[in-house]
């Protein structure tokens, strides 16, 4: 059974930072490509960044220059610095193409 495991969230003030990481269990997790994603309340789910098993990454325009993603052979990991308001979101991980379950997230909440 694959599930994905993020932590790393709390409540942060503008302009501080934070780090997430992501676990996953039921497959290899060195041979597949992974994501983060995040929704905001009353919001679609959006691709944040994505990080191939090869390390080719993409950003979404929001978050680039901001966060950094990265990853070894068994976890993945999302440097958030400088975080806006705009940040506020349950982080979640997951394969690109997975279309099971997703797991239960991590909340960052950025607030003055």
């Known amino acids: 059974q694959v599930q994905f495991v993020e932590s790393g969230g709390g409540l942060v003030q503008p302009g501080e930072s934070l780090r997430f990481s992501c676990a996953a269990s039921g497959f290899v997790f060195g041979f597949y490509d992974m994501a983060w994603y995040r929704q905001a309340a009353g919001k679609q789910r959006e691709l944040v960044a994505s990080i191939s098993t090869s390390r080719r990454i993409n950003y979404a325009d929001s978050v680039r220059s901001r966060f950094t993603i990265s990853r070894d052979n068994f976890r993945m990991y999302l440097q958030m610095n400088s975080l806006k308001h705009e940040d506020t979101a349950v982080y979640y991980c997951?394969?690109?193409?997975?279309?099971?379950?997703w797991g239960q997230g991590t909340q960052v909440t950025v607030s003055s």
């Open positions: 997951k394969r690109p193409f997975d279309v099971g379950p």
